[in-house]
């Protein structure tokens, strides 16, 4: 009977994995007239279940049945917006959830962050201004 689950099992994975690559969760760059790209960025949830048993027969012989499902769901979340050196997080979802909201404020803290230390060191070596 394991054999017969794990082939099951097997081949539901292998549908999934054929399904939701990388591809699925960051899409193919989109380019605009004004140099813009647009990089689309998607949510992949997906679930699956199996299962099986054997079967006690009159004859010497096993009869197995079993089945197994799978279910995807793939969620636009948002687009990375690349325009020259500068990336943005556009949401496309109204209520982004907590993680959401750091990835996109992660740029402009790491901006603020260097721009701190820029400022420490031209306070400490003010010949280096004149």
């Given at each position: 009977?394991?054999?017969?689950?794990q082939g099951i099992?097997?081949?539901?994975?292998?549908?999934?994995?054929?399904?939701a690559s990388a591809d699925t969760i960051?899409?193919?760059?989109?380019k605009?007239?004004?140099?813009?790209?647009?990089?689309?960025v998607s949510k992949v949830s997906y679930g699956f279940a199996s299962g099986g048993s054997d079967f006690p027969t009159?004859?010497?012989?096993?009869?197995?049945g079993g089945g197994g499902g799978a279910g995807m769901?793939?969620?636009?979340?948002?687009?990375l917006v690349v325009?020259?050196?500068s990336v943005k997080v556009m949401h496309i979802d109204t209520n982004p959830n907590s993680a959401d909201k750091v990835v996109a404020m992660l740029?402009?803290?790491?901006?603020?962050?260097?721009?701190?230390?820029?400022?420490e060191k031209d306070e400490s070596n003010p010949e280096a201004n004149q």
């Open positions: 009977m394991s054999e017969n689950i099992m097997g081949v539901t994975m292998d549908k999934i994995k054929s399904m960051i899409g193919d760059p989109i605009t007239e004004n140099g813009i790209t647009l990089i689309p009159k004859v010497n012989g096993e009869l197995f769901s793939i969620t636009p979340i948002a687009f325009s020259g050196d740029p402009d803290f790491f901006d603020r962050v260097v721009g701190l230390f820029k400022k």
